[in-house]
């Protein structure tokens, strides 16, 4: 007979290399994931100045005018104003503000539409930086 004692668990040191060896690949491939994050939210904020544009250009169709302000999306006492044009109520940016909206706009553009990025003012680089739809 052999006297073959089999273990039942990890020892303490097979636990440590596991876990420094998931460190280590956390380490590589967590920067990467969150670098993303800012450029996700940048592109959503494109899409939903696109939306938001869709929605003025029908009101402007309706009414023949732009609102004043993008509240009139959702409710307005407007003659020919047949919202509500947005399914629910205006949103903010994704970095939590409101849209900048201006009717007209600079340089004889019926509207400008934007965001001032992570920061929250005007100006910046990368995330900061300034989303403007005209």
Known sequence: MSNKVFSKG????????????????????????????????QKTASAQMQMLSTSLDTYLLDTGYYPEKLEELRSSTAPGWDGPYLPRDIPLDPWGNHYIYSSPGPDGLPYSLKTFGRDGKEGGTGEDEDIVFQ
């Not at 969150?34 to 996700?40: L, R």
Request: hydrophobic fraction near 65%; charged fraction near 10%; proline fraction near 3%.
């Open 10 to 41: 990890f020892t303490l040191i097979e636990l440590l290399i596991v876990i420094v060896i998931l460190g280590l690949l956390m380490s590589l491939v967590a920067p990467a994931m969150f670098s993303k994050v800012g450029s996700s939210k």
